[in-house]
T-cell receptor, first 110, second 117 residues
């Protein structure tokens, strides 16, 4: 599975949009981009995933560049409860394990 | 989303004893489950892939005789830490893949914190 690069930490003001970048320059055609987050002392929580097109759900939006070498997770109105470690992972579908990198620590501040 | 439950959520044991952690998929069947370990302030490290009805596949460096994995049914996988020592103290997390689904999303349990005295 392709390796991803994320900034180690980011701060965001409460109520503002949080934009978390991820580089995955070696992604292959059959690999999806997944985002998970982990709040302290809990199991990771699925956020969103996508292949080529931008995706949106009730939690976030995922913007994938046309060349698929990078993506951005957008939390439109960050709250204090969104403070967590956010992991960007690329993997092919079915059967492939999720390999976690270091992730980005997002701190939402009031 | 799908629910994955782990039990116990925390356990304290004496050095040399064995501890079993259960991972259940509550509202779906999971042919594949994954076990992770996480030390403080570190990322999740994949330990093994558990397949229903067959032997688990361990990641490099993980002792299969130390960490016994059993996946006897489509809704239950167990991890047994045998002869636990203080260095085995960690946060153990399982995840399960939906048996059916377009993209094979993985859902995670709440984690089990093991402390070995």
């Amino acid at each position: 599975d392709a390796k991803t690069t994320q900034p180690p930490s980011m701060d965001c003001a409460e109520g503002r949009a949080a934009n978390l970048p991820c580089n995955h320059s070696t992604i292959s055609g059959n690999e999806y981009v997944y985002w998970y987050r982990q709040i302290h002392s809990q199991g990771p929580q699925y956020i969103i995933h996508g292949l080529k097109n931008n995706e949106t759900n009730e939690m976030a939006s995922l913007i994938i560049t046309e060349d698929r070498k990078s993506s951005t997770l957008i939390l439109p109105h960050a709250t204090l409860r969104d403070t967590a470690v956010y992991y960007c992972i690329v993997r092919a579908t079915y059967g492939n394990k999720l390999v976690f990198g270091a992730g980005t620590i997002l701190r939402v501040k009031s | 989303g799908a629910v994955v439950s782990q039990h116990p959520s925390w356990v304290i044991c004496k050095s040399g004893t064995s501890v079993k952690i259960e991972c259940r998929s509550l509202d779906f069947q999971a042919t594949t489950m994954f076990w992770y370990r996480q030390f403080p302030k570190q990322s999740l490290m994949l330990m093994a892939t558990s397949n229903e009805g067959s032997k688990a596949t361990y990641e490099q460096g993980v002792e299969k005789d130390k960490f016994l994995i059993n996946h006897a049914s489509l809704t239950l996988s167990t991890l047994t830490v045998t002869s636990a020592h203080p260095e085995d103290s960690s946060f153990y997390i399982c995840s399960a893949r939906l048996r059916e689904g377009l993209t094979g999303e993985l859902f995670f349990g709440e984690g089990s914190r093991l402390t070995v005295l």
